[in-house]
Nanobody, 116 residues
């Protein structure tokens, strides 16, 4: 059974930092591209950051320079370090794992709230 379990969300003040983690099980983690998506209330889910199986990264323009995605294949975990958080970063953040043939899996999400 494939599971992606996110953790690390919470309430943070503007300008603060959080690190999200996504632990994967039931897949050969190292061969999957991994991504973080988010969905704010009333908005569509959007891609925030992605990392390929060989470690190449990409970011949405709105988070570039503030967020960093990384992976630890030994721990089957992908991370999202979020710095200089803004109220508009408030959303449910979802972990995604995608294989080259299109097979993909989703976590259940973790809520990030940026507010003073």
């Amino acid at each position: 059974q494939v599971q992606l379990v996110e953790s690390g969300g919470g309430l943070v003040q503007p300008g603060g930092s959080l690190r999200l983690s996504c632990a994967a099980s039931g897949i050969i983690f190292s061969i999957y591209a991994m991504g973080w998506y988010r969905q704010a209330p009333g908005k569509q889910r959007e891609l925030v950051a992605a990392i390929t199986s060989d470690g190449s990264t990409s970011y949405a323009g709105s988070v570039k320079g503030r967020f960093t995605i990384s992976r630890d294949n030994a721990k089957n975990t992908v991370y999202l370090q979020m710095n200089s958080l803004k109220p508009e970063d408030t959303a449910v953040y979802y972990c995604n794992g995608r294989y080259f043939n299109g097979m993909e899996y989703w976590g259940k999400g973790t809520l990030v709230t940026v507010s003073s």
